[in-house]
């Protein structure tokens, strides 16, 4: 939440779009969003391909990066039916920059789960 506070702040001083007014709403509900999201768990038996973007959404703090690196491969590593993918050359928007990575990982989890 601290390392958006200005960029929160930069996007309030805009003109009101749809898209400004979107990412506000986005803004406000992401700290109770996140806490939230950190009270479940995935199933053990549920299969899943984690996949993580080689770059990292904490540019300014690689302390931060590490921990979220760190809990990519927790989460992938916790399971035996869990992998973990790098899309290598990626930005955390995955799908935008490296869409075979996402659509081969699904091919995969087609084909094991018959």
Known sequence: MAANKDQIAALASRPSTPQ??????????????????????WPQDLPAIVIASAKTPFETSEQDAQLWRDAQAAFAHAAPDRRLVVADNSSHDIPLDRPDIVIRSIHDMLAKTG
């Open 20 to 41: 400004t007014r979107q990412l506000l709403a986005v803004a406000q509900d992401y700290a109770a969003m996140h806490h939230a999201y950190h009270q479940v768990s």
